[in-house]
């Protein structure tokens, strides 16, 4: 997947970004966050500055502990690895709430989905 794709599902409501500060993705490595259309920001995506290749995709929907994530297959062994070293779970999104890893047609679903604050089609969470 590349930056455009995620781009363009967002609705281009960029509200930030900067570079990406874990080695795993190597120096060309930035994430960009997205704002839905009441402006909250919801979606953050790291990808690679020279050749915009997508590495991950993060999704929080504003006013519920629900969160969702995509790694691109290629570069996701490298991600774990570098967390391992960190010792941080990659599934926990922040306190006590956790990503549920969907596939990459789902995540640019819910990123649309989120931008435009339409949650019907969400997964609903498992209890932890």
Request: net charge negative; glycine share 4%.
């Amino acid at each position: 997947m590349k930056l455009i794709d995620v781009i363009v599902a967002a609705e281009g409501r960029v509200s930030g970004g900067s570079e990406y500060c874990w080695n795993c993705w190597g120096y060309n490595a930035r994430f960009m966050e997205f704002a839905d259309v009441d402006g909250q920001e919801f979606c953050t995506v790291v990808f690679d500055c020279k050749t915009y290749d997508v590495y991950d995709i993060q999704i929080f929907v504003p006013g519920y502990d629900q969160c969702f994530i995509w790694w691109n297959p290629e570069f996701k062994e490298s991600h774990h690895n570098e967390s391992k070293v960190r010792d941080i779970d990659p599934l926990r999104a922040f306190d006590d709430v956790f990503f549920t890893e969907v596939d990459e047609k789902t995540i640019m679903e819910y990123l649309k989905d989120v931008a435009a604050t339409y949650y019907d089609n969400l997964l609903v969470p498992e209890t932890q």
